[in-house]
């Protein structure tokens, strides 16, 4: 038996119908559409170039490219990209090449098949957007992209004559919009695995805090509004001064820059936290770092699997947070940190300074330690003098390089941000053999009465100082709080002049805030987007497993299966219901449905129809058969056809009426003989 | 134009066995409906190839973590599901009937109409019917409710050609999926003998005196006597009367054309199919030429008679001389 394949090749090569073709252009276009912003402008200007000889090819102008300029353009593409110095196996690389291969395809689409791969890379593409941005509108954005890809697929499956772009597009959404019920079923239901293997990680994400702080980082920080994360209270809200957010600790001093150290092996048993009445309960909603740690209010535990504790008293995730991770915290801001003795390690680490960068600052600290004596007393001595005397908070303080940037900013300009205070705090703490460190997190936030949450934005990043006294063990002193106590108070905004409030681009909170409709409109969006974030995105096997154990009890995989199979036969049901439901048999057609009855009785008579006869076929040969020339049937048939086969012509219950006499009296003369 | 990529699963694959167990599951008729029964449905390479890319994008999503990923992987996934019941409802409820066929001669196209009826509602697309050796042609039932498809089948031997079951497929909507069915639809078409054209045959000098005065020269049969005129041959003069009386008498002779022309299988030479392709053209010329002909192949008789149904009537019995089937 010959398989269509081979009828295929022995019919005309297959053409991509022309509005297929416009319509998996446009395709294209809403694809690429959301990346020109990641991708080089020479990218760009390929993909451009590209779309415009397909469209000259389209209307006959062009012809297809040489082979010979095609592999010209593959090798010049890789060559750019190569040169552009994005990271190889990056993800800027992977989709900088994919997209290449989507323009460069663009102009030797011919057949269904490269049509096929085009469709397929659409999809890939749609998929790789959410690895940069997850947000409401980017899924939104997308939906309507996958309805207009699928619209180009139903196109190639189309009779050319009858591809009509609107008539796709209206089933393609169709077709979306009835799958959705079933993959909200997967989502919910299908397991969440841990990573495989390590990913390349887009490199252009990494914002917000590192893990090393050279003072002035952070003001470019408060530059940002972007979202640094979202906290939903169990109970009240802390205080607003309460906020510290602490998130890494940077222990060692070089030139001018901290660094977080080596990691520190955990004591095996991390001692409990007492459940205290003062305990805040709360779940973070961290947006992507692509890193490890996580931001808590001291002294911080959490039950959720996949978060450990380090040795500083931090959060850590097992992986790198790579999509809106949601961990529960509860805090004990009562429980002190290493109280009664650091291990002589420990010390080691927190107190070891190299005076000879900074001599000034060394040389004022032992001074000062001279005059106050112990710890306490030296602490609020430095406090003090930054109270008092002509020190400015600013975000735009001077250029202090190293490795004298203490120095500098200590005794010679006194402008300087969170980071140049803490850091010559700690310094000064060292100098004396207090242990000290600096640390990094975000300070206070914003309250959104809408929802009741919390949204910690890059600008409320924050750098304190963390030093040990023997009884109390790590105490929190914010050097800033002297500075500028309304920064700790009420925030960034509130702390600065209005001269670097200028300086904030726009569209920041901090500056929207003060109008009040914009401030409404911003809350509305921000608690839309955190519930998306609560139950879209920020939906992994922890909250998989909490959703689902409130909905089926026993997570056995029976259940799961029996609950996905049930979900699955119900929305496809409801489908098929849909696509079922109205049809009716279609009620022959009327003469056909006459001329059957005719045909079954004059099979009666002895006058069967043979299968390969057509209605007129059959009724000249009865006719001859009792001597009726075709003269004297020549109407009947020629109204026969009419009727059966000609749909232009209008006819009604009359000419319906007429044939069947006719058809009787040819069934009479049949049936009685021809002497009639 | 042809199918997207031709699997022909799962006939490939049972082959024989497979057509046995369709005549029991898709019984041969006249007029067949499309359900349940009869239509099978599965995915294409493209919707394999499909599938790889859904766990490539599962993977993407494990390994990134990415919820949104595995998002845009289910809803493909279930896309392809919601798929199977367009794909499915496509050919399903349409009814297939085939009213009428073209009778040919060997070497020719002969012609099917199958008309293909939808349900009322929405329309149908992407519809494609074919016989294997046929080429397969669409169906138009998008804007209308029914359409009469002609599908052409090149002959090659005389008497009835069988195409066999006939092959309805879709690949609608997007061609990740293919349903079809092969139906019986019994459709057999006349196949006349191929025709050779030859110089038609003089006719045979007929006994009986009826029909036209043939040359009046040429033949031997006496008819009658007549008084000689300038031109006549003198051969014929009747010399005995001459010698009698002075009037030059002169013997007609005369033969008389048989008007109906017998084809007869035993007078023409050569093998038996090309025999019955000499009288096969020989039946178009006459017919051409408005003469009546009767046909003798060895005990049948058909009496001489003229007309495009006598035509039939005679091709018909030339196609399947020796062919049991009726």
Known sequence: ?676 | MSSVDGETFPERIIGGRFSEWLDRRVPPSEQITLNQRNLFIFPTRTGFVFAGLLLLLLLGAVNYQASLVYGVAFLLGSLFLVTILYTFRNLSGLQLELVGTRPGFVDEDLEFMVRVVRPQGSGREGIQLGWPAGIMQWAELLDREADTVRLYVRAMDRGYLRPGRLLVETYFPLGLLRAWTWVDLNARALVYPKPIFQDFPRARQGPRDEGELMDPFGSEDFRDIKSYQPGDPVKHIIWRSYARSDEVMVKQYASFIEPRLWLDLDEVSGPLEERLSRLTGLALQATRLEREFGLRLNQLKIPPGSGDSHLETVLRELALYGISER
């Open chain 1, 1 to 676: 038996m010959e398989s269509p394949k081979d009828r295929a090749q022995r019919g005309i090569a297959y053409q991509i119908p022309r509005n297929t073709l416009a319509l998996l252009m446009v395709a294209q276009a809403v694809v690429i559409l959301p990346y020109l912003l990641h991708l080089s402008p020479w990218l760009i200007a390929v993909g451009l170039f590209c779309g415009f000889w397909r469209t000259r090819v389209y209307q006959g102008i062009w012809d297809y490219p040489s082979r010979a300029v095609k592999a010209l353009l593959v090798v010049a593409s890789i060559a750019g990209i190569s040169l552009t110095g994005i990271k190889s196996f990056s993800l800027e690389a992977v989709s900088s090449l994919l997209i290449l291969a989507f323009a460069l395809k663009l102009i030797e689409m011919k057949s269904r098949r490269d049509a096929y791969l085009v469709i397929f890379l659409s999809y890939f593409v749609i998929a790789i957007t959410f690895l940069f941005d997850q947000s409401i509108l980017v899924a939104l954005y997308e939906l309507g992209a996958i309805i207009v890809v699928t619209a180009a697929l139903i196109g190639l499956n189309q009779l050319h004559s009858q591809v009509r772009p609107l008539v796709s597009l209206k089933l393609a959404g169709a077709l979306v919009l009835q799958a959705l019920p079933f993959a909200v079923v997967l989502f919910v239901l299908f397991p969440r695995i841990s990573p495989l293997w390590s990913v390349p990680l887009p490199n252009s994400a990494t914002t917000g805090i590192g893990d090393s702080v050279t003072p002035g980082d952070i003001a470019a920080l408060t530059r940002s509004d972007r979202l640094a994360f979202r906290v939903i209270f169990d109970g009240a809200v802390p205080r607003y001064k309460d906020l510290y957010w602490r998130g890494l600790v940077y222990s060692e001093f070089d030139r001018g820059t901290w660094r977080v150290g080596p990691e520190l092996p955990v004591p095996r048993a991390a001692d409990p936290l007492p459940d205290a009445a003062e305990t805040i309960r709360y779940s973070v909603l961290l947006e992507p770092t692509f890193s490890n740690w996580l931001f808590a209010i001291d002294r911080a535990s959490s039950d959720t699997r996949s978060v450990r504790k380090t040795r500083d008293f931090r959060l850590e995730a097992d992986d790198p947070v790579l999509s809106v991770f949601r961990y529960q915290v509860s805090s004990n801001p009562q429980a002190a940190l290493d109280a009664g003795s650091l291990p002589a390690y420990l010390r080691a680490r927190e107190t070891s300074i190299d005076l000879t960068s900074n001599p000034r600052a060394a040389a004022y600290a032992q001074a000062l330690w001279q005059e106050t004596g112990t710890a306490a007393l030296f602490t609020s001595a430095l406090l003090q003098t930054i109270r008092e005397q002509e020190y400015y908070y600013t975000l735009r303080p001077p250029p202090y390089p190293s490795p004298a940037s203490i120095d500098q900013f200590w005794f010679d300009a006194r402008a300087g941000f969170c980071s140049h205070y803490a850091g010559a705090f700690v310094y000064m703490m060292r100098a004396v053999g207090i242990p000290a460190r600096m640390v990094g997190g975000y300070q206070g936030g914003e309250f959104n009465a809408l929802t009741g949450h919390m949204v910690v934005r890059q600008y409320d990043a924050h750098a304190w100082a963390e030093i040990w006294l023997p009884e109390q063990g790590w105490q929190r002193v914010d050097p800033t709080a002297a500075v500028a106590p309304q920064r700790i108070e009420q925030g960034l905004s509130a702390a600065l002049s209005l001269e670097d409030r200028s300086s904030l681009s726009l569209f920041t909170n901090a500056r929207l805030g003060d109008w009040v409709l914009a401030g409404s409109m911003l809350q509305l969006l921000d608690s839309i987007e955190l519930r998306w974030n609560l139950w879209v995105i920020g939906f992994d096997s922890n909250v998989q497993n909490g959703v689902l154990s409130s909905l089926l009890g026993d997570l056995t995989p029976l259940r799961i299966g029996i609950a996905m199979a049930l979900g699955g036969g119900i929305s496809l049901g409801l489908v098929a219901i849909v696509l079922f439901w109205r049809r009716r048999s279609l009620p022959q057609h009327p003469v056909e449905r006459m001329f059957s009855a005719f045909a079954l009785r004059l099979a009666g008579h002895g006058y069967p129809r043979a299968p390969e006869e057509s209605p007129a076929g059959y009724v000249y040969r009865v006719a001859h058969q009792v001597g009726l020339n075709d003269a004297q049937i020549g109407g009947l048939v020629a109204e026969l056809n009419t009727l059966l086969y000609n749909p232009g012509v209008a006819w009604g219950n009359a000419e319906l009426k007429a044939l069947k006499r006719q058809l009787r009296r040819l069934q009479f003369r049949l049936a009685f003989g021809s002497s009639r």
